[in-house]
Protein backbone atom coordinates (compact mmCIF):
# COMPACT_ATOMS: atom_id res chain seq x y z
CA UNK A 1 0.00 0.00 0.00
CA UNK A 2 1.11 3.29 -1.36
CA UNK A 3 1.07 6.22 1.50
CA UNK A 4 1.95 9.72 0.64
CA UNK A 5 1.79 12.33 3.58
CA UNK A 6 1.82 15.98 3.16
CA UNK A 7 3.25 18.61 5.52
CA UNK A 8 3.68 22.36 5.76
CA UNK A 9 0.83 23.83 4.92
CA UNK A 10 -0.57 26.75 7.59
CA UNK A 11 -1.62 30.45 7.65
CA UNK A 12 0.22 32.65 6.03
CA UNK A 13 -0.15 36.78 4.65
CA UNK A 14 -0.65 37.50 1.29
CA UNK A 15 2.84 37.81 -0.37
CA UNK A 16 4.35 35.25 2.00
CA UNK A 17 5.95 31.76 1.20
CA UNK A 18 5.12 28.13 2.38
CA UNK A 19 6.97 25.28 1.34
CA UNK A 20 4.79 21.96 0.88
CA UNK A 21 6.46 18.56 1.30
CA UNK A 22 5.07 15.08 0.01
CA UNK A 23 6.52 12.16 1.46
CA UNK A 24 5.90 8.85 -0.40
CA UNK A 25 6.34 5.37 1.08
CA UNK A 26 8.61 3.91 -2.50
CA UNK A 27 10.77 5.24 -4.47
CA UNK A 28 9.39 8.49 -6.32
CA UNK A 29 11.09 7.53 -9.25
CA UNK A 30 8.77 4.40 -9.10
CA UNK A 31 5.61 6.44 -10.17
CA UNK A 32 4.97 8.15 -13.64
CA UNK A 33 3.95 11.23 -12.21
CA UNK A 34 3.30 13.16 -9.29
CA UNK A 35 1.59 16.76 -8.06
CA UNK A 36 -0.17 18.84 -6.69
CA UNK A 37 -3.72 19.20 -6.62
CA UNK A 38 -5.59 21.67 -4.67
CA UNK A 39 -9.76 22.24 -3.97
CA UNK A 40 -10.89 25.35 -2.25
CA UNK A 41 -14.26 25.28 -0.65
CA UNK A 42 -17.51 24.91 -2.67
CA UNK A 43 -14.97 24.27 -5.73
CA UNK A 44 -13.80 21.16 -7.71
CA UNK A 45 -10.19 19.99 -7.36
CA UNK A 46 -7.97 21.29 -9.72
CA UNK A 47 -4.07 20.57 -10.78
CA UNK A 48 -1.56 22.46 -9.32
CA UNK A 49 1.69 21.55 -10.86
CA UNK A 50 2.60 17.81 -11.65
CA UNK A 51 6.56 16.76 -12.05
CA UNK A 52 6.76 13.49 -14.50
CA UNK A 53 9.97 10.61 -13.75
CA UNK A 54 11.78 11.95 -16.89
CA UNK A 55 11.75 15.56 -15.02
CA UNK A 56 9.00 17.58 -16.96
CA UNK A 57 7.33 19.94 -14.98
CA UNK A 58 3.34 21.66 -15.85
CA UNK A 59 1.87 24.24 -13.78
CA UNK A 60 -1.79 25.57 -13.56
CA UNK A 61 -1.69 28.89 -14.99
CA UNK A 62 -2.47 30.96 -12.25
CA UNK A 63 0.52 29.89 -10.35
CA UNK A 64 2.74 30.23 -12.84
CA UNK A 65 6.12 32.00 -11.96
CA UNK A 66 5.32 31.86 -8.17
CA UNK A 67 5.14 28.04 -7.56
CA UNK A 68 7.96 25.20 -8.05
CA UNK A 69 7.44 21.81 -7.90
CA UNK A 70 10.57 19.66 -7.32
CA UNK A 71 11.66 16.48 -5.48
CA UNK A 72 14.69 15.14 -3.77
CA UNK A 73 14.85 11.11 -4.83
CA UNK A 74 16.73 10.00 -1.75
CA UNK A 75 14.28 11.31 0.50
CA UNK A 76 11.35 10.29 -1.65
CA UNK A 77 9.84 13.47 -1.42
CA UNK A 78 8.22 15.77 -3.36
CA UNK A 79 7.94 19.42 -2.54
CA UNK A 80 5.87 22.43 -3.94
CA UNK A 81 7.22 25.76 -3.07
CA UNK A 82 4.69 28.33 -3.14
CA UNK A 83 5.72 32.06 -3.62
CA UNK A 84 3.91 35.68 -3.15
CA UNK A 85 1.02 33.80 -1.56
CA UNK A 86 -2.92 35.43 -2.65
CA UNK A 87 -6.05 34.61 -0.87
CA UNK A 88 -7.60 32.72 -3.57
CA UNK A 89 -4.46 30.04 -3.38
CA UNK A 90 -6.22 29.19 -0.11
CA UNK A 91 -7.63 25.58 -0.31
CA UNK A 92 -6.83 22.11 0.72
CA UNK A 93 -3.99 20.86 -0.85
CA UNK A 94 -3.41 17.24 -1.94
CA UNK A 95 -0.30 14.98 -3.13
CA UNK A 96 -0.96 12.14 -6.19
CA UNK A 97 1.20 9.88 -7.82
CA UNK A 98 0.16 7.48 -10.35
CA UNK A 99 2.32 4.89 -11.31
CA UNK A 100 2.94 3.27 -14.75
CA UNK A 101 -0.34 1.29 -14.58
CA UNK A 102 -2.61 3.89 -14.17
CA UNK A 103 -2.75 3.23 -10.64
CA UNK A 104 -3.27 7.06 -8.71
CA UNK A 105 -2.53 7.07 -5.29
CA UNK A 106 -3.72 10.53 -2.57
CA UNK A 107 -2.53 11.76 0.20
CA UNK A 108 -4.56 13.52 3.21
CA UNK A 109 -4.37 16.98 2.26
CA UNK A 110 -2.86 19.85 3.75
CA UNK A 111 -4.60 23.24 4.39
CA UNK A 112 -3.15 26.48 3.15
CA UNK A 113 -5.11 29.65 4.56
CA UNK A 114 -3.71 32.87 2.85
CA UNK A 115 -4.91 35.43 5.30
CA UNK A 116 -4.29 39.06 6.88
Known amino acids: QVQLVESGGGLVQPGGSLRLSCAAS????????MGWYRQAPGKGRELVASLTTGGTTNYVESVKGRFTISRDGAKNTVYLQMNSLKPEDTALYYC??????????WGQGTQITVSS
Open 26 to 33: RNIFSFYI
Open 96 to 105: RAEDGYGRSY
